[in-house]
Structure formats: structure tokens, C-alpha cells
């Protein structure tokens, strides 16, 4: 992989920004498809997503063909550098955060912890064959879920991107929290199969 991680970071979000209108929106419903098709999809419980911006794919179609027993979240940035997770349905109100992404507009005392939830889509910038994945560069993820590297699942992490984000070959840092797998549009890698 290139060492420069900047430029790859650039590279990547230009290709999902540019992808066209109408194929996103079909992306979205056949990403959905494959997220409920997880073998560890739960039936109940908390699941967090993301709200798409800077061209994520999206989980609206997700979202809504959640089982009912299901509570959808989304992630607030916390001052310790963690994400909490607020319950989110469309119509509540919500409340930009520091980088204008949107989150719910809920006290500090109704927020969840990343241990509460049972699985967490999380957008990527970039990945690999392997599951290895390139986020923003800003910690979130692998500080909130760094438990997971001396326990097993849940919450089931799973990363959601657009095929032309795939890269050949990204290297893991230490403190990447590995995903148990990442699903786009028309595939879905399980990275507990993988090696480093």
C-alpha cells in the first residue's frame, strides 16, 4: 500500500463522490440486502449506523427493513474521544456535531455505550480483500471499540462502502479494530476468515 495514506484518503473519497445519483440509491437497497443477511444480523436490540455524508453509502434502506425489535442508533462524539450512541428514527430531531455530521438531539444520560450495542456499521474510506479497512483518520471507531481486541463479539463490526473503494492491499496498524466483515453493493468479505 502506499505510505501515503493523505493522498489515498483524497483519492478514494473523490471515486464515491463521484459515482452517479441512481447508482448510489440501488447501492444503498442492495447493501441492505446484504447487511440483513449477516448470519449475525440480530433480531432485537441495538444496531448503529451512520449518517451518510461526504459520499458514504447510504443506510436509509437498512435502516428501514430493520426488524421491528430493533432500535437504530446513531454515533455522537463524545469529549473523551469515544462515540456514544443515540436512538434515532426518522423525524427526531437532531443537532450537527463539531464536523456538521448529524446526530441525535438527546441528553448526555440517554446515550449508549459502544459496549450496549449489538452491531455497528461503520462507513469506510477504503478496504481491503483481507477486511482491512481505511477510516477518516480520526480514531473514533478504534478508540470506541478497542475492547474488542481482547474480547469477542458483540457488538459484530462491520464495515459498509461502495465496491470502487476497494483498494488491493492496506496495511493494519496496531490499534485498528479488526471488523468481522464488510459488506458493499454486491458483496459481503467475512474478515474472520482472514489473516493479517
Known amino acids: ?94 443537532v450537527s456535531n463539531r464536523h456538521g455530521i448529524p446526530e441525535p438531539d438527546l441528553a448526555p444520560v440517554s446515550l449508549l455505550e459502544p459496549e450496549q450495542m449489538g452491531l455497528v456499521v461503520a462507513p469506510l474510506v477504503g478496504f481491503d480483500e483481507r477486511g482491512h479497512r481505511l477510516g477518516m483518520g480520526g480514531g473514533w471507531y478504534d478508540r470506541s471499540f478497542a475492547f474488542r481486541q481482547r474480547q469477542v463479539a458483540p457488538p459484530w463490526l462491520v464495515g459498509a462502502a461502495f465496491d470502487a473503494q476497494r483498494v488491493d492491499l492496506l496495511d493494519r496498524a496496531d490499534w485498528d479494530v479488526a471488523l468481522d466483515a464488510v459488506c458493499t453493493e454486491t458483496i459481503t468479505l ?3 476468515r482472514t489473516t493479517a
Open 1 to 94: 500500500m502506499t505510505a501515503d495514506r493523505t493522498a489515498l484518503r483524497r483519492e478514494l473519497r473523490d471515486r464515491r463522490r463521484a459515482l452517479p445519483a441512481a447508482r448510489r440509491i440501488e447501492a444503498a437497497d442492495r447493501l441492505a440486502a446484504h447487511l440483513l443477511a449477516l448470519p449475525f444480523a440480530p433480531q432485537e436490540g441495538y444496531v448503529a449506523g451512520y449518517w451518510a455524508s461526504d459520499g458514504e453509502i447510504a443506510l436509509h434502506a437498512w435502516q428501514l427493513r430493520l426488524p421491528r425489535e430493533c432500535i437504530y442508533c446513531l454515533p455522537v462524539l463524545h469529549d473523551d474521544g469515544r462515540l456514544r450512541f443515540g436512538p434515532w428514527r426518522p423525524g427526531d430531531p437532531l
Open 190 to 192: 467475512d474478515c474472520s
